[in-house]
């Protein structure tokens, strides 16, 4: 029997910097204190004209694999994780399939929008535990949420970012204590908010129209404003559950990489659970909220700063767009 454990991260972000400044320009008023007081993003990425979702998975897809030091083609499975699709037909994956010469590779994409990545990591853990086929899996959690701003509405072109991160899974005979890889996981839907927050055209209940894109449904669009104890309360509950499942108490989780949609949500979940609050990666400061790519990029930034070590236990939690929410624990 074999586990899944993380192999390598990588990550990509557009090089076109916009700080909260543009902003200020481009809507005629103060809202870089806002953001940097309630959000605390300073800056964000955003895709040039030639760049897209597929780009950007395609750089951290690169890094992930050199820093492992496997080719392409040793892949098994490759599964993109976004709510920006290169396309609506076919998948984002097999069009980074074919970029990256992964020539062996079963492809496909998934969406749980912002809850996408740890929604992937899940599954891409369940293929190598459940079939010894599956040797190599790349995991890549992808944004171009630029591309589907409406520039005049505040509270959606002022937050949302590009960006994308990848994680290399890789197949371990299970052994040793304690125990390292994937652990355990657990997914939820609130399905009644599904109409609260998205992207409501292009698809087969509201195809892209004339009069679609005379009242920006083909952007993201906040409908109603979610209830601000949401995120703390179920990413703190879901914590609380992987804890209760592998045995341990929160204070000996290392690291937790979480929705970076608002600090102050994290920084709740981290009170709530009795943790400090440093044990919580944060990036939004400089890449503003990145969607389905921002658990990684988190992961990555640790990763990077040497932070994440070997025996160390990653707890990944994210929420999205449905409501979608997902939390999965590894140990490294």
């Not at 109409?195 to 679609?212: F, H, L, Q, S």
């Not at 990763?303 to 236990?313: A, H």
Request: with cysteine.
């Amino acid at each position: 029997m074999f586990n899944s454990i993380i192999a390598s991260v990588g990550a990509t972000v557009p090089q076109r910097v916009l700080p909260n400044s543009y902003f200020n320009e481009l809507l005629g008023e103060d809202v870089d204190t806002w953001l940097r007081t309630n959000v605390q993003i300073y800056e964000r990425r955003w895709c040039s004209e030639g760049e897209s979702t597929a780009t950007l998975a395609e750089g951290a897809a690169r890094q992930a694999l050199e820093r492992a030091g496997i080719e392409a083609e040793a892949l098994d499975l490759l599964i993109v994780a976004t709510d920006t699709p290169e396309y609506i037909s076919p998948s984002t994956a097999a069009v980074l399939q074919h970029r990256l010469g992964a020539k062996r590779a079963g492809t496909f994409d998934l969406n749980a929008a912002c809850a996408g990545f740890v929604t992937a990591l899940d599954v891409g853990a369940r293929y190598i535990r459940s079939d010894e086929r599956y040797q190599n899996v790349l995991v890549i959690g992808a944004y171009a949420m630029s591309k589907h701003l409406n520039p005049t509405d505040k509270k959606t072109v002022t937050l949302f970012a590009d960006g994308a991160g990848a994680v290399l899974l890789q197949a371990r005979p299970n052994g040793g204590q304690p125990p390292v890889g994937f652990l355990a996981s657990e997914l939820r839907t609130l399905g009644e908010y599904y109409d609260w927050m998205g992207i409501y055209a292009g698809g087969t209940r509201k195809p892209v129209t004339e009069a679609a894109l005379a009242n920006h449904h083909h952007q993201l669009q906040f409908v109603r404003k979610f209830p601000k104890e949401l995120n703390p309360t179920i990413w703190s509950d879901m914590a609380q559950q992987l804890c209760r499942r592998i045995g341990i108490e929160p204070h000996q989780v290392q690291h937790f990489f979480l929705t970076q949609i608002n600090i102050n949500s994290i920084w709740e979940t981290m009170d709530r659970l009795g943790v400090p609050r440093e044990r919580a990666t944060t990036v939004m400061h400089r890449f503003g909220y990145t969607g389905s790519a921002c658990i990684p990029m988190a992961f990555n930034e640790a990763w990077e700063k040497g932070t994440v070590r070997s025996g160390d236990l990653c707890f990944f939690i994210g929420s999205g767009g449905g409501l979608a929410f997902a939390a999965a624990a590894f140990r490294m």
